[in-house]
C-alpha cells in the first residue's frame, strides 16, 4: 500500500514499490566489512533454502538480482542531441542500490559514464544552454550537495554547503542561479527540563516529545521538526539565498518564468495543513524579495506547475476534491497571474502523472497509464490527446508496477525510461509521430543466455457485476501446456495501483521455480478509468475477491493447472486480500500475507497517513463507526482460515506497521494454524530496497509454497 519507483497516480496509495532507493550517502565499506557482508548475503540467501552450489545457468536465479541495471531520470539537453541518465545498479558487496550518471548520443553513439564510482550521483539536470549539468551527490564524505560539471571540460565544482540534501533542482532561463527545496530544522516541543548529567555520567538518551499528527513517514523513520523550503544559489557557487519561509512545506517540481523573475511551485500554507493531507495551491515567489502570491484557491490539491516557453500561461495537476478513494488527476491550464483557471482533461477518464511542454507553447507532452501500460502523450490546447508511446516502464523492479518517466528538449524531442515484458528500463527516444528508438540495452548481457518466463494478456468477465478484469499469466521457461503446473496468484498493492506487461524480478523467479503465476488488475486498479478506481471506494475489499477467484477459474480453465496446487501471495493492499481471500476460502494449499492490514481500526491510527484514511477511505472515525471497520478486516474472518499462511513484514514499516502481521500470526497461532512471520530488519513498506531482502522475500515465500507442496 503508496510509490518508490513508479509515478503515482494517487498522492495517498498505501504501495511502495519493491524496487530501487535513492541512497545518496553511501560510503565504501572497510574491506574486512566487505567480506563480512557477502557471507551474510549468502548465508541468508542459503538459509531461505536456494541451492547456491550449481544455479541453472539457463534461468533467472537469486544473485542474479545483483547484476540487474536500470535506466533512470533520462534528461535530454537542450538541443535534444544528447541525453544523461542515472544508470542504477546493484552492489553485492554493500548490498545496495548504486546510482551513476551516464550519457549518450540521441543517435545512440558516445554512450560513456559521466560520473561514476563508488559514491551515488543523482539527480542530473542541464543547464539552458546546455553546456553544464547541475547534480546531487555526497562525494568526498560529505552530506548530499549540488555539484556542477562543465560538459565541454569535465571539470566539476562543488557550489553547495547544505545540512540536508537539496531536490527539486531547477536551473534559472540564463544559467546563472539554481532553485531547489531543502528541508530546513526547526526547534521541537519541550515539556520537562532535565536535570544536568553528572560529569563523567552516561545517561539514556533524552526524551523526545511529538506534538504534530505526522511524526513518523514510512522510508524515512521518526522526522525532525522543520519544513522544506525554497532556495536559490548561483550556479558556480556561493551562499543558498532562502526564498520562502514559515511553518510550511513547499515542494516541486519548480518552474522558473522565462524572464528570470518569479518562481512557481506548490505548498499547503494552511494552519492545519497536518489534517489536510491533500490540500495544496499554487504559489509564485519573487526571486529578488521572496514576497509570495497565491494562484489557484480551490479544494483539493494543485501541484507541479510550470510555465508555458513564452511565459504566458502555466500548466498544472490537480483535481476538486470528493473525498472519493481514488481521483483522477488532471491538467489545467492558468493565466500567468493565476487568472482563468480552465482544466484541459476533464473529458478524458485517465489520470495525468506529469505534464511537460512539448517545445513549444502550444502543446503539451503528458504522462498517464491506461490499461496496465504507461503512455507518453500530446495534448493540445483544446484538450485533444494523442498517445506517442506506450512502453514507458521497467523502472520498478521487484514486481510489475507502472513506472517510468520523461523528458522534453526545446524542439519537442523527449527522452524516457523505456521497459519491456523482459527487460527493465533502458533510455529510449523519439518526436511527435515518429517511432520511439531504443539506445540502451543495459541487461542484455545477462538475459541474453537465459530462458525467462513468457508473459501473455488475459481478460475475463467478474461474476460480481460483470466487470472485464484484465491481467497477464506468466509460464515457465520450460513450459509445456500438455503438462500440469502448481499456480501462484500474485496480488497488487495500492490498492489504487496497476500492474501491467512490465518486466517483474519476483514474477519471473516464481516462474524458474516452476510455478505459473497470475497477477491481475481487479476493481480498484487504476488505468482503467475513475469509475472502475471508485467500485471499492468505502468498499475495500468486497468484490474484488470474486475478480481474484474467477481469474484463477480462468487460468485453469486453460487445461495446464493442477487444481490441488493452488498458492496465493501479495503485498500491502496485496496482503489485506490475500488475508481476506484465506478467510473466505480454502481452496489454496498455502498463502503468504506481506506487509497487510489487518485491522483497519489500528492500522489508522498507527499508518503514517493517518490524516488520510479515515477521511476517504471511510466515511467515519473509527470509533464514531468500529462495526464499518471491523467489516473490512481481515481479523473478522480469522476464525475461518484453514490455510497454511506465511506473514512477512518489515520492521520499519510505518504504512502497515508490523503490528499488523503480528496480529495476524499471534490469531493464527491461538487457532493453531500452520504460520510463521518472517522480520525483515532495518526494512520499510518497501521491504526490498536491499537486493538481498528482495532475494529473501522471493526465496521464503517459495520456500513456504514448497513446504505445502505435495
Known sequence: MGSVERVSTHPAELECSAGLVDALALDEPHPAESSTMHRLILTLIALSGVALAHPDPAIFNSLDVFELEVASEPQISPDGTRIVYVRQSMDIMTDLPRSNIWSISADGRHHRPLLSGTDNFTSPRWSPQGDRIAYVSSTEGRGAQLYVRWMDSGQTALITNLRKAPSSIRWSPDGTQIAFSMFLPGKGPTLAEAPATPE????????????????????RGYLDVGNAHLFVVPAEGGTARQLTRGHYDHSGPLSWSPDGKTIVFSASRIDDAQYQPLESEIWSVDVSDGSMTQLTDRVGPDTAPVFSPDGSTIAYRGFDDRKMGYHNSMVYLMDANGDNPRALTANFDRSIGDVQWAGSSKRLYVLYDSRGERHIATLSMRGAIESQVHDVGGVSLGRPYTSGGFSVSRNGTYAYTAGTKYRPADVAVARRGGAARKLTH?????????SLGQVEAISWSSPAGALEIQGWIVTPPDFDASKQYPLILEIHGGPFAAYGPHFSAEIQRYAAAGYVVLFTNPRGSTSYGDGFANTIHHNYPSQ????????????IAKGYIDERQLYVTGGSGGGVLTAWIV?????????????PVINWISTSLTTDISAFMPAYWFEKAPWEDPDAYWARSPLSLVGNVTTPTLLISGEQDYRTPIGEAE????????RKIDTALVRFP????????????LIAKVD????WFRKHRD
Open 583 to 595: 478467510g473466505k476460502t480454502d481452496r489454496f494449499r498455502a498463502a503468504v500475507v506481506a506487509k
Open 663 to 670: 496480529q495476524y500470526y499471534q490469531a493464527l497461532k491461538l
Open 200 to 219: 563523567g555520567a552516561q545517561w539514556a538518551p533524552s526524551v523526545k516529545v511529538i506534538d504534530r499528527l505526522v511524526y513518523r513517514v514510512d522510508g
Open 682 to 693: 532495518e526494512a520499510s513498506h518497501g521491504i526490498a530496497s536491499h537486493p538481498s531482502h
Open 700 to 703: 521464503n515465500i517459495l520456500a
Open 442 to 450: 543495459l541487461n542484455d548481457d545477462l538475459f541474453a543466455h537465459k
Open 544 to 555: 474484488d475477491y470474486d475478480d481474484l477467484m474467477s481469474g484463477v477459474d480462468a487460468v
